[in-house]
């Protein structure tokens, strides 16, 4: 091999190998930036698993994250009263009266709810049985 080659050989190595670092980097910058992404959607993904539901979206949302919030501020074991009390709460103020939540790890039901009303859903292993009831006034 010739001087002249292997000075060749040598620029085209420095070359590949600054095409690889740059390839590198690229290839970083989009996991990162996939990582980052996930990291923002994290709050999205909050293990919920809907068993039943006749509610809308938006409604189950805030159900989900009302459940998910009031979760995480209980260190050790799950209060089911103080999430049941805090579902309800929140979704009467937002909604209007007649709103039940059900919470526990195992239990049955057969309740009758309103049209739009009704969302049954897990998170970890807590099951929520929310649903709202018609509020008639009684006639005097």
């Avoid at 995480?72 to 009390?85: F, I, N, W, Y």
């Amino acid at each position: 091999m010739s001087r002249q080659e292997i000075k060749n050989q040598a620029k085209w190595m420095e070359g590949a190998e600054l095409e690889l670092e740059r390839r590198s980097k690229f290839l970083s910058g989009l996991i990162e930036k996939k990582k980052a992404k996930e990291h923002q959607e994290q709050p999205n993904k909050l293990s919920v698993r809907v068993r039943a539901a006749d509610m809308p979206i938006v409604l189950q949302d805030r159900a989900f994250r009302c459940a998910r919030d009031q979760l995480d501020s209980m260190p050790g074991k799950v209060d089911s009263k103080r999430l049941a009390l805090a579902l309800k709460k929140e979704f009467d103020a937002a909604y209007g009266p007649a709103w039940h939540c059900i919470v526990g790890t195992s239990f049955g039901s057969y309740v009758t709810h309103s049209t739009g009303g009704f969302l049954y859903f897990s998170i970890d292993k807590v099951y929520i049985l929310l649903f709202r009831t018609v509020v008639e006034p009684l006639d005097r």
